[in-house]
Nanobody, 125 residues
Framework: QVQLVESGGRLVQAGGSLRLSCTAS????????MSWYRQAAGEQRELVAT???????VNAESVKGRFTISRDNAKNTVYLQMNSLKPGDTAVYYCHASLRVVVNVEGAYRDIERWGQGTLVTVST
């Protein structure tokens, strides 16, 4: 069973920085893509940034130039560095992973998706 565990969310003042982490744990898997989404109260979930074979991409226009995604493959961990935070960045941030899981000794596999439990980022004025 593969799980994603996020950390790093907390209350921060506007203009401050945070780094979120998301680690995939389990066995017999490889990571295709890891992404960060966020969901503000009353809003739809929004794709923030993606790390995959196409590179590290910040998808959300509102955070370009302020947020950076990176990945440590040895640790199965993806990070979201958030700088110059604004109250509008307040949201629950979710990690998402597209994974390949080996299902038998012959090497058969299947592709799955996992979500983390979310970590709350609150930016105060």
């Amino acid at each position: 069973q593969v799980q994603l565990v996020e950390s790093g969310g907390r209350l921060v003042q506007a203009g401050g920085s945070l780094r979120l982490s998301c680690t995939a744990s389990g066995s017999g898997f490889s990571i295709n893509v890891m992404s960060w989404y966020r969901q503000a109260a009353g809003e739809q979930r929004e794709l923030v940034a993606t790390s995959g074979s196409g590179g590290d991409i910040v998808n959300a226009e509102s955070v370009k130039g302020r947020f950076t995604i990176s990945r440590d493959n040895a640790k199965n961990t993806v990070y979201l560095q958030m700088n110059s935070l604004k109250p509008g960045d307040t949201a629950v941030y979710y990690c998402h992973a597209s994974l390949r899981v080996v299902v038998n000794v012959e090497g058969a596999y299947r592709d799955i998706e996992r979500w983390g439990q979310g970590t709350l980022v609150t930016v105060s004025t």
